[in-house]
């Protein structure tokens, strides 16, 4: 199928698109900071962690559904161009894998909020899911995913 947008409205479209600074992050990090947890942007660790809570030895990545291929309602392979989303989501899957590896070498722990928890039809209350991240870095707890809810309570 081809696509229903014109390349260069396509191109403009993707560059649009942001690493950083998204709104899920922005949420998260400014509630946790109310809280008082104090963190780092975008360290300078494997996979650029979103959040670096040196004292706490811990990460936090905020994971967009699409672009890591989380298995949610989110997450739906293009119809275009579709072995150049393969090639490069599957890329997208290796790195994360290879840069959680050297990160639990390092003894760091890791969260990964998905964007199924922050938007759409399974998102969490912000106030419960700022909750459980604090319960998490306060914990000590390894790794930990929070992805979309899935009992249909908010």
Same mark, same amino acid.
């Given at each position: 199928?081809?696509?229903i947008?014109?390349?260069?409205?396509?191109? *403009?479209?993707m560059?649009?698109?942001?690493?950083?600074?998204t709104?899920?992050? +922005?949420?998260?990090?400014t509630?946790?900071h109310?809280? #008082? %947890?104090?963190?780092?942007?975008h360290?300078? +660790?494997?996979g650029?962690?979103?959040?670096? %809570?040196?004292?706490?030895?811990?990460?936090?990545?905020?994971?967009?559904?699409?672009?890591?291929?989380?298995?949610?309602?989110?997450?739906k $392979?293009p &119809?275009?161009?579709?072995?150049? $989303?393969?090639?490069?989501?599957? #890329?997208n899957?290796? *790195?994360? &894998?290879l840069?959680?590896?050297?990160?639990?070498?390092?003894? $760091?722990?890791? +969260?990964?909020?998905?964007?199924?928890?922050?938007? #759409?039809?399974?998102?969490?209350? +912000?106030?419960?899911?700022?909750?459980a991240a604090?319960?998490?870095?306060?914990s000590?707890?390894?790794?930990v995913?929070?992805?979309?809810r899935?009992?249909?309570?908010g």
């Amino acid at each position: 199928m081809p696509d229903i947008v014109d390349r260069k409205t396509r191109s *403009r479209m993707m560059s649009g698109i942001r690493s950083k600074n998204t709104r899920p992050e +922005l949420m998260l990090r400014t509630a946790l900071h109310r809280l #008082g %947890f104090r963190y780092r942007l975008h360290g300078k +660790l494997p996979g650029k962690p979103d959040l670096v %809570f040196s004292r706490l030895h811990a990460v936090v990545f905020i994971h967009g559904c699409f672009w890591h291929c989380h298995d949610c309602h989110l997450f739906k $392979w293009p &119809s275009s161009r579709a072995e150049f $989303w393969k090639t490069k989501i599957e #890329g997208n899957r290796q *790195r994360d &894998s290879l840069s959680y590896s050297r990160l639990h070498k390092d003894g $760091w722990r890791i +969260l990964t909020v998905w964007e199924c928890a922050t938007r #759409g039809k399974t998102r969490w209350n +912000l106030d419960k899911l700022v909750a459980a991240a604090a319960e998490w870095l306060k914990s000590g707890t390894t790794d930990v995913e929070i992805k979309g809810r899935d009992d249909g309570a908010g």
